[in-house]
């Protein structure tokens, strides 16, 4: 496996995992709270409507001319991964609130007891609030998979490794009987962030015809680059969010006199 | 609204998100980049200092929305 198909089988695995952790919450919340049948229809028909939308789009995809498929898909990874990358350093930053699953499996299920009574048979509720997470969730997944996969024309090794990501966090999910809080989803978003955005500046500079200097490995280059400017961001802005508050030393009474005059 | 609109509208929410400046400036780095390398000159530079500009932009924009 080279190293474009590893960096490759991580980012679509990382991503999967990512948002598949935030629809099994969804699907444990209301299959907990109101019906397990109708919560495993949703997720059913929700994956159904998932491959159909990939088995329609992949090979209208990897039809395209490999320079037209490098641009335009190199393009809208980088528009897609600066999106998660932003929203990622934010909340390392502390400017935006961080993913807690275990916060939002509450909300969810209180929403889901106030949403009325249980019916015997199917809950459309149950069926609807499933089938909508999985499906949401899962169009970022296939979009990666597909933007990904088409572009090195390895969908079945994108696809794999999306379904290893699922596997797993079915297994926790099964295993834990409650949400995975303890999966360090921030820290995976904002390196799924990094790959995105660094495959598709890689992709998208390619297909507009640029040569990187050293072809491939420039990827060795490009990732931890965008790596290091984004933690760089982080520190900057933690530093205005959270200063260093001021040592502590006694103050002298000239010293209080003074402040009190700046703070008047 | 008609349906199409609302696809459309869905699509570009998926996509763009919430901030579509950095979206065009990517596509204008990415035609930038197709110009010089057209003209014979080595491009590849021209996108890493672009998503470098466009990530700072967008993290200023946004940090200063939180802030208010």
Sequence with gaps: MSGAEIGL?????LACTVEAVEALTIVLAVGTTRSWSSAIGGVG?????????VAALGPAITSLPIDVLRVLIGGLLLIFGLQWLRKA?????????????????????????AAGAKPTGFDGYAFTISFKGVLL???????????????QHRVGLAAAAAGLAILVVVLGGVAARAPLARVPENTMKFAVGVMLSSFGMFWG??????????????LLAIIPGVLIVAVA?????SRTVHPTPPKKHQTTPTETTDQATVSA | MTRARTFGLAVWEFIVGDDWRTAIGVA???????????AGVSAWWVMPLAV?????????????????
């Design chain 1, 9 to 13: 089988a991580l980012s679509v695995f």
């Design chain 1, 45 to 53: 028909a929700a994956t159904l409507a998932l491959a159909v939308i």
């Design chain 1, 89 to 113: 350093i934010l909340r390392a930053s502390g400017l935006k609130a961080k993913h807690d699953e275990s916060q939002i499996y509450e909300e969810e299920a209180a929403a889901a007891r």
């Design chain 1, 137 to 151: 969730e899962g169009l970022e997944v296939a979009f990666i998979v597909l933007t990904f996969g088409a572009n």
């Design chain 1, 205 to 218: 500079a390619e297909g507009a015809g640029a040569n990187w200097p050293g072809g491939d490995a420039a």
């Design chain 1, 233 to 237: 961001i982080v520190r900057t802005l």
């Design chain 2, 28 to 38: 204008l780095a990415l035609g930038l980049t197709a110009l010089v390398a057209a």
């Design chain 2, 52 to 68: 470098l500009g466009l990530l700072a932009l967008s993290i200023r924009r946004a940090a200063r929305g939180a802030s208010r």
